[in-house]
């Protein structure tokens, strides 16, 4: 195998592909990515058998083959590359790369190891606006379980309605996020890891194309026209939302979200170190008191707001309000409670395509 290309493509191929290699396996061939050249160009590929990226690259093919390289090595060399030509060339159990006058040996493995990944998935599909779907993502993936304790909480619900709905949770706070289709041909519902969204949702420029995601056999793929991630879907039985979120609150109040964030941002400064991270918020007539407190002082802020119904003081986790407050839209948002120990809701003060959940705490100083 041999072949030229752009230092700085390369470099941007690498660092795409090498997302998919594991940071911990006993199978040294799934740390590695497969570069494979043909006269239609080169192709990276690297999965840790859930999530698989492939990435094509325009280069000058010398000689055909196939072989592959450690991703998390290769990543980091590739990322200081000048950009200027690079050539890689390989044979046997090893691939020189030179640019300029320097010269880089890497060690090989057969891309016979490889585990062969199936991109012939296309049975069911949904169609929507590229910048429709990094929206729904961007909205509800960080609020996706982390730990291994519930599995199927590590993905997002994705159910085919009118609209797209998307919904993540884990366990303390619940997201909701809506978006048009364009058309579908789909499951009623798949369960996505949120590894590969944050995957697709970079892959995918912000602009007014469309998308076409696939899914066929527990197995989901999505595509541009230069790069393809394929993914496992989750399988199981997901908490259903109608289960958590009420239909009347006895309390909503609206204010300036800007200016929310910047007061939970100057209290909960001194609560970073708390496990709970806790703030509390007094609801009065016109304003929205927020107040934290540790061994070394304590924050009081004040915002303006407009309250309908009964007053109370809350305490939650100062970063799943922040989270929530920065994922919204508009200029105003609004809270709604049914009291003090009960989940509450916040949404845009206008466009309500969008919903967080959130577990009070019971502060018990």
């Given at each position: 195998?041999?072949?030229?290309?752009k230092?700085?493509?390369?470099?941007?191929?690498v660092?795409k592909?090498?997302?998919?290699?594991?940071?911990?396996?006993?199978?040294p061939i799934?740390?590695?990515i497969?570069?494979?050249?043909?006269m239609?160009?080169?192709e990276?590929?690297?999965?840790?058998?859930?999530?698989?990226i492939?990435k094509?690259?325009?280069?000058?093919?010398?000689?055909?083959?196939?072989i592959?390289?450690?991703?998390?090595?290769f990543?980091?060399?590739?990322?200081?590359l000048?950009?200027?030509?690079?050539?890689?060339?390989?044979s046997?159990?090893?691939?020189?790369?030179?640019?300029?006058?320097?010269?880089?040996?890497?060690?090989t493995?057969?891309?016979?190891e490889?585990?062969?990944?199936?991109?012939e998935i296309?049975?069911?599909?949904f169609?929507?606006?590229r910048?429709?779907?990094k929206?729904?993502?961007?909205?509800t993936?960080?609020?996706?379980?982390?730990?291994?304790?519930?599995?199927?909480l590590k993905?997002c619900?994705?159910?085919?309605?009118?609209k797209?709905?998307?919904?993540a949770?884990?366990g303390?706070?619940l997201?909701l996020?809506s978006?048009?289709l364009?058309?579908?041909?789909?499951?009623?519902?798949?369960?996505c890891?949120?590894?590969?969204?944050?995957?697709?949702?970079?892959m995918l420029p912000?602009?007014?194309?469309?998308?076409?995601?696939?899914?066929?056999?527990?197995?989901l793929?999505?595509?541009?026209?230069?790069?393809?991630?394929?993914?496992?879907?989750?399988?199981g039985?997901f908490?259903?939302?109608?289960?958590?979120?009420?239909?009347?609150?006895?309390?909503?109040?609206t204010?300036?979200?800007a200016?929310?964030?910047?007061?939970?941002?100057?209290?909960s400064?001194?609560?970073?170190?708390?496990?709970?991270?806790?703030?509390?918020l007094?609801i009065?007539k016109?304003?929205?008191?927020?107040?934290?407190?540790?061994?070394?002082g304590?924050?009081d802020?004040?915002?303006?707001a407009?309250?309908e119904?009964?007053e109370l003081?809350?305490s939650?986790?100062?970063?799943?309000?922040?989270?929530?407050?920065?994922?919204?839209?508009?200029?105003e948002?609004v809270?709604?409670?049914?009291?003090?120990?009960s989940?509450f809701?916040?949404?845009?003060?206008?466009?309500?395509?969008?919903?967080?959940?959130?577990?009070?705490?019971?502060?018990?100083?």
């Amino acid at each position: 195998m041999k072949f030229i290309c752009k230092g700085n493509v390369l470099a941007d191929a690498v660092l795409k592909t090498s997302k998919a290699c594991p940071a911990r396996t006993t199978a040294p061939i799934l740390e590695c990515i497969r570069i494979r050249a043909d006269m239609n160009g080169v192709e990276l590929l690297a999965t840790d058998g859930e999530l698989s990226i492939r990435k094509k690259v325009k280069a000058e093919i010398f000689e055909e083959g196939e072989i592959c390289v450690p991703g998390k090595l290769f990543s980091d060399f590739a990322s200081k590359l000048p950009d200027v030509d690079v050539t890689l060339a390989a044979s046997g159990t090893g691939m020189k790369i030179l640019y300029g006058d320097s010269v880089f040996d890497l060690q090989t493995l057969p891309a016979e190891e490889f585990p062969k990944i199936d991109f012939e998935i296309g049975e069911n599909y949904f169609v929507m606006k590229r910048s429709a779907l990094k929206k729904v993502i961007g909205e509800t993936v960080f609020c996706c379980a982390t730990d291994d304790s519930r599995p199927i909480l590590k993905g997002c619900l994705f159910e085919f309605k009118e609209k797209l709905e998307v919904t993540a949770l884990d366990g303390y706070r619940l997201a909701l996020s809506s978006a048009d289709l364009i058309s579908a041909k789909a499951e009623k519902s798949i369960i996505c890891p949120a590894g590969t969204l944050g995957e697709i949702s970079r892959m995918l420029p912000d602009d007014g194309e469309e998308i076409t995601v696939y899914t066929q056999g527990g197995m989901l793929l999505a595509g541009t026209e230069d790069m393809t991630i394929v993914s496992r879907l989750y399988q199981g039985e997901f908490i259903r939302k109608e289960n958590i979120l009420s239909s009347e609150y006895k309390t909503m109040v609206t204010f300036r979200r800007a200016e929310m964030i910047s007061s939970v941002e100057r209290a909960s400064i001194l609560v970073k170190s708390d496990r709970n991270n806790l703030i509390t918020l007094e609801i009065g007539k016109n304003l929205i008191k927020i107040g934290a407190s540790s061994d070394i002082g304590r924050a009081d802020e004040a915002v303006a707001a407009q309250t309908e119904g009964k007053e109370l003081v809350i305490s939650m986790n100062a970063k799943f309000l922040l989270d929530a407050l920065r994922a919204l839209g508009e200029e105003e948002a609004v809270l709604s409670f049914n009291g003090p120990i009960s989940p509450f809701i916040l949404q845009n003060a206008q466009k309500k395509d969008s919903l967080y959940l959130i577990l009070p705490v019971r502060n018990m100083q």
